[in-house]
Every structure is written in structure tokens, then in C-alpha cells.
């Protein structure tokens, strides 16, 4: 069983920027993609941004593209999402993620194995 516990977030000026840290335990780090999903008030949870074991492979939500910049330490079993540029509708609770690294790609809720339990940004206008 891996648990993942989120830290980084608060409340930001649009056009700021925050860096979101994810600590894993309870498992070896190093055999999972890490990655964020976020949900604002009313809507879906979204992807954000996944990377695989090795850092070679990383993916990225379309509504964060060039702002966003995901990385992990295998050493410290931790994953980072760097958020720059950040706008009001980036506002939402943010969720780590881990997964079997079994596939490529963008990965739906339905194929993540842990979840966080969330961490809440808030970008002001």
C-alpha cells in the first residue's frame, strides 16, 4: 500500500507561480508513474501532468502546457509539480498520483492505483 502526501499549496496572485511536492512511502517509488489530477468546485477531475519511473516520459493536460513542469527524485521518493504563469482557473485541489507504469500516455481516474488526499491552490484575479 503506498501512501502519498501532498504539500506546496495556498494562494497565489495570477501570474505567480508555486511548486506542488508529493512524498511517497509504503512502496518502492521507483517501480510507479507519479503523477497530479486536479478538481475545481462543480467539475471533473482533470489530468494534469504524469511521469514515468525513469523521467524520460512525461505528459502533460493541454490546459497546462509550457506552465506546468512535472519531475520526481526516486531518491528522495518524491514528486514535484512546478506551476508557473498561473491563472484563476488553475484554482483547485490538487492530487498526487501513482500507477503500475504498465502503459504510455495520458492515464484516466480509472487507471490510477493511490491517490492523495489532495492539496488546495488558489489563484486570485
Known amino acids: 500500500q503506498v501512501q502519498l502526501v501532498e504539500s506546496g499549496g495556498g494562494l497565489v496572485q495570477a501570474g505567480g507561480s508555486l511548486r506542488l511536492s508529493c512524498a511517497a512511502s509504503?512502496?518502492?517509488?521507483?517501480?510507479?508513474?507519479m503523477g497530479w489530477f486536479r478538481q475545481a468546485p462543480g467539475k471533473e477531475r482533470e489530468f494534469v501532468a504524469r511521469?514515468?519511473?525513469?523521467?524520460?516520459?512525461?505528459y502533460y493536460g493541454d490546459s497546462v502546457k509550457g506552465r506546468f513542469a512535472i519531475s520526481r527524485d526516486n531518491a528522495k521518493n518524491t514528486v514535484y509539480l512546478q506551476m508557473n504563469s498561473l491563472k484563476p482557473e488553475d484554482t483547485a485541489v490538487y492530487y498526487c498520483?501513482?500507477?503500475?507504469?504498465?502503459?504510455?500516455?495520458?492515464?484516466?481516474?480509472?487507471?490510477?492505483?493511490?491517490w492523495g488526499q489532495g492539496t488546495l491552490v488558489t489563484v486570485s484575479s
Open positions: 509504503g512502496g518502492t517509488f521507483s517501480r510507479y508513474a
Open positions: 511521469i514515468n519511473w525513469s523521467s524520460l516520459r512525461t
Open positions: 498520483t501513482a500507477d503500475g507504469d504498465t502503459y504510455l500516455g495520458i492515464p484516466t481516474v480509472g487507471a490510477i492505483d493511490y
